[in-house]
């Protein structure tokens, strides 16, 4: 089992910056893969970062590369997305997400999401 809670969420101007930050306990935090997804209002669901448990991989949605960094501090059980040149299309509850101890790339485990809104 793994539990996972962001902090970080809040409001921003456009082209302000905001970093999120995911604390995970249960699993051994370097065991496994991490990932950031958010949930616009009246939308699904979409991905936007992972990284590997060693955090030398990452992947990005096409939306934020170039924008958002993330990275991991295996010491602290810490994910981080930084997010800088935030756009009001940024606006959604992102939630750190932890990979299936038995399925490659699926994310078993959710935290509660962090609020990001972000105004033109």
């Known amino acids: 089992q793994v539990q996972l809670v962001e902090s970080g969420g809040g409001l921003v101007q456009a082209g302000g910056s905001l970093r999120l930050a995911c604390v995970a306990s249960g699993r051994t935090f370097s065991t496994y893969a991490l990932g950031w997804f958010r949930q616009a209002p009246g939308k699904e669901r979409e991905f936007v970062a992972t990284?590997?448990?060693?955090?030398?991989?990452?992947t990005y949605a096409d939306s934020v590369k170039g924008r958002f960094t993330i990275s991991r501090d295996n010491a602290k059980n810490t994910v981080y997305l930084q997010m800088n040149s935030l756009k009001p299309e940024d606006t959604a509850v992102y939630y750190c997400?932890?990979?299936?101890?038995?399925?490659?790339?699926?994310?078993?485990?959710w935290g509660q999401g962090t609020q990001v809104t972000v105004s033109s």
């Open positions: 990284i590997n448990w060693s955090g030398v991989s990452t």
């Open positions: 997400a932890g990979e299936s101890a038995f399925v490659a790339n699926r994310y078993d485990y």
